[in-house]
């Protein structure tokens, strides 16, 4: 049963050489889907090691990055490209061309490290003016600009054979507040936020992130916890990918629950993968805690089957 809930959770493995005991823990729990950080990555030496530890610890699966270019760039110089800011390269004279080229490159290079999932592009819209946690990550505040970079980027993606993810669902352009910090309230959808992940589904989007955010008048829980709002994007905007949660371990996320709760709430939500970027060990407690609710289940057991059935991503 463990290896089964296992497999509805992307995990941050420690950032240093894994002890004997957390190898241990890794090959019994059935841990195959994880995310890397730049720690990850301070040499190729030690990243070509870690690499080969977890392969023979993990079945396959999907192994994640963030490696949106510009402020956020886990991989650095020498190990990888530089990569310029999405917002600078929606500026350039042919924008989806520079999408497209830096997009290749991205992949290619993720590719020959052994990475197959990058969490990126970000569809928010949001220019110059955006709150620090967002400024340059965005194509812009044109819903229309940003909705044709983003499947620009999403095609080239595809034509190597790598996965990546469209975020933050619902959009978090107009929001001050850093979710890594606590919970943002939007007071409407706004349709304008949609049109980027209305196109980048019809592209066919393998996945997507939703986001820590409260939008009071469509949900009176949070997206991450939102049935509602997940319905909504299957439903409605007809998305068929995995949708996995922002990291459960953000403040916005953590508002009044601990993440055991969290873990379970975005789960029965409908998400596919609980995304679990601080403290490993906290990281197996969470799954561990969500293990026993399943095996109390039989209806959450029936709901893990028929979604690992049901998806366009391998889970």
Not at 188 to 213: C, S
Request: hydrophobic content about 45%; charged content about 25%.
């Amino acid at each position: 049963m463990v290896n089964l809930c296992a497999r509805f959770f992307m995990i941050a493995p420690p950032r240093r050489p894994l002890t004997p005991e957390e190898k241990d823990k890794i090959r019994s729990l059935g841990l195959r889907h994880f995310i890397f950080f730049k720690e990850h990555f301070s040499d190729r030496a030690f990243w070509e090691n870690f690499k080969k530890e977890l392969q023979a610890l993990s079945p396959p699966g999907l192994w994640a990055v963030d490696q949106e270019g510009g402020p956020v760039t886990r991989i650095t110089p020498p190990l990888f490209p530089a990569l310029k800011a999405p917002l600078s390269l929606a500026r350039e004279e042919e924008p989806e061309q520079a999408v497209r080229e830096a997009a290749l490159l991205c992949a290619r290079n993720l590719k020959k490290l052994g990475l197959n999932f990058n969490l990126a592009p970000v569809l928010d819209l949001a220019g110059e003016g955006a709150p620090p946690f967002l400024r340059g990550r965005t194509f812009g505040e044109d819903p229309s600009l940003t909705a044709r970079l983003g499947v620009t980027y999403l095609k080239a993606f595809k034509q190597v054979g790598l996965y990546c993810c469209g975020k933050h669902f619902p959009g978090l352009g107009g929001v001050e507040v850093d979710p890594h910090l606590r919970l943002p309230v939007k007071e409407r959808l706004d349709e304008r936020d949609l049109i980027p992940f209305k196109a980048a589904v019809m592209a066919g989007l393998p996945a997507m992130m939703t986001t820590h955010l409260l939008v009071p008048s469509f949900s009176a829980d949070p997206v991450t916890y939102s049935p509602k709002f997940l319905r909504f994007l299957r439903e409605e905007l007809g998305f068929r990918g995995v949708v996995l949660t922002d990291d459960l371990f953000m403040g916005g996320a953590l508002a009044g629950i601990d993440l055991e709760e969290a873990v379970l709430k975005a789960f029965l939500a409908g998400h596919d993968l609980m995304l679990l970027c601080g403290d490993f060990t906290k990281s197996l407690a969470a799954l561990a805690a969500f293990c026993e609710e399943v095996q109390q289940s039989p209806a959450l057991r029936e709901e893990m089957l028929a979604r690992l059935s049901s998806r366009l991503l391998p889970l």
